[in-house]
């Protein structure tokens, strides 16, 4: 009888855990009821590029197993076939072993992505007690984040980004670590507080309507559930 029952709980175990993954499954990629009234819309469906365009090595970027998978052969991005310039971005990014990356916003020139958008970066930097300006949760070269909030390697991190006008906000697994206001950035190749950068165009000029891109920087990298919402 005591076998009998503990069969019977494992079975009940077992169909609850595959109900539980199911759902899981069913959840990424997908707008929830309240994102749909609030204006969110899926930049990812997990199935197909869709709605994107590869400019590089064709086959870097492929959907694996419901993410958006960079798998780090040749080089080059992928890119939103839309261009946005005011808008909140949300993404969950997941990276190997000092695997290097980043989410662009606003580039205007696909094959010149650096020179022509903003960086946010994503790279494997768990654990560094003084994030820098090449930090995960950096605007690349520019700013570094507040704090380290950057999961270990294989686990999954979610950025939320605003972009409006010259601000950009970026939270980090929940935590805000960058804001900056581009207006104080007057000058190619130098920062606020003198340091230099390697951009040729001043960041204050970096506010025009562009695409949103992802890196291939030569390490395997894996994105999905990626919303985004128009801001005016």
Not at 74 to 81: A, L
Not at 142 to 156: C, H, L, R, T, Y
Not at 207 to 214: K, N, P, V, W
């Amino acid at each position: 009888m005591l076998r009998a029952r503990q069969s019977v709980i494992a079975l009940v175990g077992a169909f609850c855990l595959l109900v539980g993954v199911s759902v899981a499954l069913q959840q990424a990629n997908q707008l929830s009821e309240q994102e749909i009234k609030e204006g969110w819309q899926l930049l990812f469906d997990g199935e197909t590029l869709k709605g994107w365009t590869v400019v590089g090595t064709p086959d870097s970027w492929v959907v694996q197993d419901g993410t958006l998978h960079c798998t780090g052969k040749g080089y080059g991005m992928i890119f939103t076939d839309g261009t946005y310039k005011n808008f909140e971005l949300k993404l969950d990014f997941k990276v190997s072993p000092k695997g290097n990356s980043g989410v662009f916003l606003r580039v205007w020139d696909k094959n010149d992505p650096v020179q022509t958008g903003i960086e946010v970066q994503v790279l494997d930097s768990y654990g560094k007690e003084n994030p820098t300006r090449h930090d995960c949760g950096a605007i690349y070269d520019i700013q570094a984040p507040s704090k380290n909030a950057v999961k270990p390697a294989g686990e999954w991190n979610h950025y939320h980004i605003i972009c409006k006008d010259h601000l950009i906000v970026v939270y980090l697994n929940g935590e805000k670590v960058n804001e900056v206001d581009l207006r104080r950035w007057t000058e190619p190749h130098r920062n606020p507080d003198g340091t230099p950068n390697k951009f040729r165009y001043p960041y204050n000029t970096m506010t025009r309507s562009g695409h949103i891109g992802l890196q291939n920087h030569g390490n395997p990298v894996w994105y999905r559930n990626i919303k985004l919402k128009v801001l005016e």
